[in-house]
């Protein structure tokens, strides 16, 4: 299914390699292709490239050569010597490992996904877009847990809620379900999917899972 009319541009426009590593233990990735899909799952192997693929397009990581386009917006053209650094992309990262803050509560870990840049002022206390999301994601009973004291599926929504309030353009999820056991997987698979629908935001979602990608995504991309 695309979710674009000849009108508009697709979601991406990709044409870069990226690399990892030098000499004989260099690995190289190269991918040239359109991503029309405003739900987009990228599959394939451990050690296929799918987090160097997600975080070229975060600019976690610089392409060696090349462009990333998202919609008509260069995000990096080494051609042109341009290069948008990612916190100035408006995308939203989502960690495999949640990479949340341990000594933040979940309440100071979502209000942490408000801060731009390391300047700006300390978040306030009472926001009462945190509070709308501690109860949106379930979380109203953790909101002053820290991150050992919780839950893996408590830790995923946790991390889901801090990316979505930095208010990103689009989510590049890096395998979000991977810690949790196959129904809870399920179940927060499911509860994103309603989440995206309500807020309309491109997502490329990478996962093992082919049915995962399948039940969840419009279009599947394998590397
Ligand atoms: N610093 C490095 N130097 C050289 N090669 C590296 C380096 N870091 C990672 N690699 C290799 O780059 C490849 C791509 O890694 P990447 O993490 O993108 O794969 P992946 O598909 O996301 O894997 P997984 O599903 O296991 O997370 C892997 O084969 C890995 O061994």
Redesign the pocket.
């Known amino acids: 299914m695309s979710g674009h009319s000849p009108a508009t541009p697709p979601v991406w426009q990709l044409d870069f390699t990226a690399?990892?590593?030098?000499g004989p233990?260099?690995?190289e990735?190269h991918v040239n292709r359109q991503l029309s899909s405003r739900r987009t799952a990228l599959v394939?192997?451990?050690?296929?490239?799918?987090?160097?693929?997600?975080?070229t397009l975060a600019g976690l990581v610089r392409a060696e050569r090349g462009r990333v386009m998202f919609g008509a917006e260069p995000l990096q053209d080494t051609a042109r010597g341009l290069w948008v650094p990612p916190q100035q992309r408006g995308l939203g990262y989502m960690f495999?490992d949640y990479a949340l803050f341990p000594h933040l509560t979940v309440a100071q870990n979502l209000a942490a996904g408000r801060r731009r840049g390391w300047l700006n002022p300390p978040r306030r206390r009472h926001d009462p877009e945190v509070e709308a999301w501690l109860d949106r994601l379930g979380l109203r009973d953790t909101a002053g847990l820290y991150p050992h004291q919780i839950s893996g599926g408590q830790a995923q929504r946790t991390a889901l809620g801090r990316t979505l309030l930095a208010r990103p353009r689009a989510l590049l999820l890096?395998?979000p379900f991977s810690a949790l056991d196959p129904a809870l997987r399920r179940e927060l698979g499911s509860e994103l999917l309603a989440l995206l629908d309500s807020l309309d935001l491109p997502v490329i979602l990478?996962t093992?899972d082919h049915a995962e990608a399948e039940r969840l995504m419009d279009e599947v991309v394998t590397?």
Do not use: T, W, Y
């Open positions: 690399a990892l590593g030098r233990g260099r690995f990735l394939g192997p451990s050690g296929s490239g799918k987090s160097l693929f997600l975080q495999q890096d395998e990478v093992h590397l």
